[in-house]
């Protein structure tokens, strides 16, 4: 599809994530003419970090996985240099009342892990190959591949917490982009992993996450992308020729091709014209799981040496507390630390709408009746609400979805794509190979490689997270 006369940019991309910057560093360093758009004050989305009493804080526990292609890790170290570190992890689980290292290690599993539980699992293990899944669900799927132990008493309660729904509601996909060692031989090949070299590790910026996204930003503008901040999109007129997008203010802006990064629900509900009806009911039908981060600014230094305490256990909306400071060899203040808090759940829940002294209370009893040391006084208290964070896949969405996924790939100008764009849990190294997929696929002259994008997206169906 050749450039459109009228067309004031080639390309508009909706939302500044690692997705989107990443589509926009490219494209502009190919020549084209990108512009950016997005409603939060900077880039970075959901992996975006900001100062919060002189300490870099992100959205949550974020880290660049080994796994990353080389290719794209080789641009993100010419655009951070040193900054971007190499680090071991060192976290904890509590389970079955104690705290075990994770990711997990041979040593510190035969001296913790209690004895009824590694017995009932080891059994569950020899017993493998009789279980077969008995429907496509996130229950089924694990019980079959992990067998009832590791199920009923981690994942499961896990799951809950996580989704809010139970374990048989969810479809079996959503274990396998989840859970990546998802059989017990995969399972006691990743302890293994583990006790091997120098242990499990990741890349993590000494500024924060979010220093990933803003540095593709800064290049992107540097290459003569047009980045605007606190600018949100109403409208989306898509033609056959091109996109017009409507911001909040009245200004419409034209492109040849738009990009989309944000929710495909709420791409469809202000896109013009309107899909049909029956895309508009698929949209009503697919969950974003939110989020509240809870930040504790605390005195006297580091709380603990760990970099993440996960929670999965039912007695606590708490699923992982993590120390932005032990994430990275930097400069924090050595007087003070922070402490941020997930808690996952409906934007028309009961912990949504809670007020900051509530949060900080359940913040503060989960971490003393699991034994680590209270907080005491907290220096200063931060809330933050996150309303898309983890896609829900019920048992059936698949047809929804399709739907939804057909009626955008039918838009000849649009591509939607990134997590929220494509429904998936993926990590920011699987974003960022979206991002660099739709770079490779748009030629000099505007013509998109729509093969190319195919493969693309067959190869993201194989994505697992890494936790």
């Not at 570190?85 to 079955?96: C, F, M, T």
């Not at 028309?348 to 009893?365: C, I, K, P, Q």
Request: charged share 25%; aromatic share 8%.
């Amino acid at each position: 599809m050749p450039p459109s006369p009228t067309a004031q940019a080639d390309l508009i991309v909706l939302g500044a994530g690692p997705a989107g910057v990443g589509a926009a560093y490219r494209t502009a360093r190919a020549g084209h003419k990108v512009v950016v758009l997005e409603r939060a004050p900077g880039p970075g989305g959901a992996a975006a970090s900001f100062e919060l009493d002189g300490i870099r804080v992100d959205h949550g526990s974020h880290r660049l996985h080994p796994a990353i292609d080389p290719r794209i890790l080789g641009d993100l170290r010419g655009l951070l240099g040193d900054e971007l570190q190499r680090r071991p992890r060192n976290g904890r689980i509590w389970l079955e009342g104690r705290w075990i290292r994770f990711p997990l290690r041979p040593a510190d599993l035969a001296r913790r892990l209690p004895p009824s539980f590694a017995a009932a699992a080891a059994a569950d293990a020899a017993t493998a190959w009789a279980r077969r899944p008995r429907a496509d669900t996130f229950a089924e799927t694990l019980r079959a591949g992990l067998g009832p132990t590791m199920c009923q008493r981690f994942y499961f309660p896990y799951a809950r917490k996580l989704w809010g729904l139970d374990p048989s509601e969810l479809a079996g996909e959503q274990a396998r982009r989840r859970v990546s060692a998802g059989s017990a031989a995969r399972l006691l090949a990743r302890v293994a992993r583990g006790a091997g070299g120098d242990g499990p590790w990741f890349w993590y910026p000494r500024r924060g996450f979010g220093t990933i996204a803003e540095r593709l930003a800064a290049a992107a503008a540097d290459a003569g992308a047009e980045l605007r901040y606190g600018t949100a999109a109403e409208r989306v007129e898509l033609r056959p020729d091109g996109a017009t997008v409507t911001l909040a203010g009245g200004e419409r802006l034209e492109a040849s091709r738009l990009w989309s990064t944000v929710p495909l629900p709420a791409l469809a509900r202000m896109a013009d014209p309107a899909p049909p009806p029956d895309v508009l009911r698929a949209a009503g039908r697919l969950d974003f799981r939110a989020m509240v981060l809870v930040y504790l600014v605390l005195e006297g230094g580091r709380y603990s040496p760990y970099d993440a305490h996960y929670l999965p256990d039912p007695g606590t909306p708490v699923t992982r507390v993590s120390e932005p400071a032990n994430y990275r060899d930097g400069d924090d203040p050595p007087d003070r630390t922070v402490l941020c808090a997930e808690l996952p759940c409906s934007r028309d829940g009961e912990l949504w709408r809670a007020g900051n002294d509530r949060l900080a209370g359940l913040v503060r009893a989960a971490l003393v009746d699991r034994g680590l040391p209270d907080p005491g006084p907290v220096r200063r208290l931060a809330v933050r609400r996150l309303p898309n964070v983890y896609p829900v896949y019920r048992v059936g969405y698949v047809t929804p979805f399709q739907a939804l996924d057909a009626w955008a790939a039918a838009q000849p100008a649009l591509l939607s794509f990134g997590r929220l764009g494509l429904f998936v849990h993926d990590n920011t190294h699987h974003a960022l190979a979206m991002a660099w997929a739709a770079a490779d696929a748009l030629a000099p002259d505007g013509a998109f490689d729509h093969t190319a994008w195919s493969a693309a997206r067959e190869s993201f169906t194989t994505h697992v997270v890494e936790d």
